[in-house]
């Protein structure tokens, strides 16, 4: 299974038979497959470990949000406390805030996030020339490899309300704006700036989608009188639709999957009411403030959730097209 | 040009300008902010502070730059970051190509059951707690390997390399060298790294970006200020706003337009400049490979 596969795999055909050793392996079963393939063993074993250690051991330690954190076991955990953690935290003052502010901004993301990159698509993909295309198509990529840290430092230089190159354009326009880092900001400034980090570097995908256009479709619609607005919309549109069911699908799986760390960079005491969300909670009490099986079960009902969000968006895909992970 | 005049009906010229205008508009919106700390960065600061430099630096000033020579946190952060940086792209190069190239082989059975091991970390993880925990038992907090070992495999790495594997190594080329003997262990080293350049700058380049512009891992898993990378470093000076050795990064209490929050700016100016700087001016010479990356992702696997 990969990121974005629009072919399900089953459907590949299956070339390279195995391919005859020089010797027949003798032996049966597990002798032969060990004397067989060994070499590919090895070679996978390193990243077998490190995920076995760094992905699944942590997936064990999960029972913790179940259970009193005792110290000495780490991640066995101590007794048995069933949901109590869970329910501390769905009675919890903040549960409804967080819930709010973590779906407001991670939904709000995810559609300005999944459109742009495809007008942006559209619109290069119109400019005629190789070159030109591809000079504003690296362009538009290049904050992508910005670090979130300098991109959080950018935000604040450009929108301090006193000297902002930003706020002092918005002056220029005439909006007053007010405090752009304060609470009423927050959401805009976030998703503005993931727009403009991530668009272009998220379009070359269906930059591609769209090179691979039969040029002869054009032909035929130009032929048949379509303008070119009549081709976007029938003929590149459709072409795209693969790709943005793919990557709809992957984007739900992290539908309460916020930025950790350019939220976190972002807060200040005058937007934490509107800032502050699950990922950024489940640090707070969990690393800051020793809560350890508190932080876990938090942590746990975050992932519970993406992962449905995730499977039941590939279930609706799988009925409505024929495109999916799996 | 010359297809913006071939344009026949009114309406394709109309679209033509339109669509030079909106391109002009993503180009401008795009690339002035990086362009205007640059010059920024060289400024006098009272010019940018009050709103005098637009497109071209006023009144040349290196303060900022100076600054940042003297200060001993960039300088430590930056030779930490490299460290971390050379070390942890070698081990992901290392653990993510054989590993990659085992998935690739359509005989391999275990494979689909590899491959569903792999891929389900990129969905469900047992989150930051249980992580932090772990880190703590193996005696990794603090430590500088935690800036290399945890993140040894990044699963869409591992992907988007098995499917260059499997689409680019023609299978003829394998069977060749069995008949000649070679063992998997042989075809991959002999064969299959150096026809895969291609793929090798890509992730490389991927896992260097990766480590280069990792913050959470020293938030939250180092304490130790002389180990922390230049993000951490980079945070203090840019968002905490904390105070420079000469006093001058101290935002003071009288406001943003404050003298001392005007040299604060133009050192932050220059702070982006130094740390963002390896990988603007890399750019250009490699932007052929990130998308590259990109396509062979989308390709299928």
Known sequence: MTALSPAPARSRPRTGAPVPAARPPRGHGLRRHVRRYWQLWAMAAPAIAFVALFAYVPMYGLQLAFREFDFAAGLSGGDWVGLTYFRQFFDSPQFWTLIRNTVVISVSTLVAGFLAPIALALVVNQVVGRRRKKFLQTATYLPHFISIVVIVGMLQVFLSPSSGLITRVAEMLGASGGNMLGASGFVPVYVLSEVWQHCGWNSIIYLAALASVDPQLYEAARIDGAGRFTIIRHIDLPALVPTMIVLLILNMGNVLNTGFEKIFLMQNPLNLGVSEVIATYVYKIGILSNQFSYGTAIGLFNTLINFTFLVVTNQIAKRVSSTSLW | ?301
């Open chain 2, 1 to 301: 040009m010359r297809r913006l005049l071939r344009a026949r009906t009114p309406g394709d010229i109309a679209f033509s300008i339109g669509l030079f205008l909106v391109c002009g508009a993503i180009l401008f919106v795009t690339l002035y902010p990086i362009y205007f700390v640059l010059i920024a960065s060289v400024s006098d600061p009272t010019a940018v502070a009050t709103g005098r430099v637009w497109f071209w630096p006023q009144g040349v000033s290196w303060f900022g730059y100076e600054q940042i020579l003297d200060d001993s946190r960039i300088w430590t952060g930056y030779r930490n970051t490299l460290l971390y940086t050379v070390v942890g792209t070698a081990v992901n190069l290392l653990v993510t190509l054989p590993a990659a190239y085992a998935l690739s082989r359509r005989e391999f059975r275990p494979r689909r059951v590899l491959m569903f091991f792999f891929a389900f970390t990129m969905f469900f993880n047992g989150g930051l707690i249980p992580m932090y925990l772990l880190l703590r038992d193996l005696s990794l907090l603090d430590n500088w390997l935690v800036f290399v070992l945890p993140s040894a495999v990044n699963v869409y790495n591992l992907i988007i390399t098995r499917a260059f594997f499997e689409n680019s190594l023609p299978e003829e080329l394998y069977e060749a060298a069995t008949i000649d003997g070679a063992s998997y262990g042989q075809f991959f080293v002999r064969m299959a790294v150096p026809l895969s350049m291609a793929i090798i700058s890509v992730i490389g380049l991927y896992y260097l970006v990766q480590h280069w512009n990792d913050f959470f891992t020293g938030l939250v898993f180092v304490r130790d200020y002389d180990k922390q990378p230049l993000q951490i470093v980079l945070r203090d000076i840019l968002i905490s706003n904390q105070a420079f050795s000469g006093g001058a990064g101290a935002s003071g209490g009288s406001g943003g337009g404050s003298y001392a929050q005007r040299y604060a700016d133009q050192i932050k100016y220059g702070v982006i400049v130094v740390s963002t700087l390896p990988v603007i001016v890399l750019y250009p010479f490699l932007q052929r490979y990130f998308e590259k990356g990109v396509m062979i992702g989308s390709v299928k696997g």
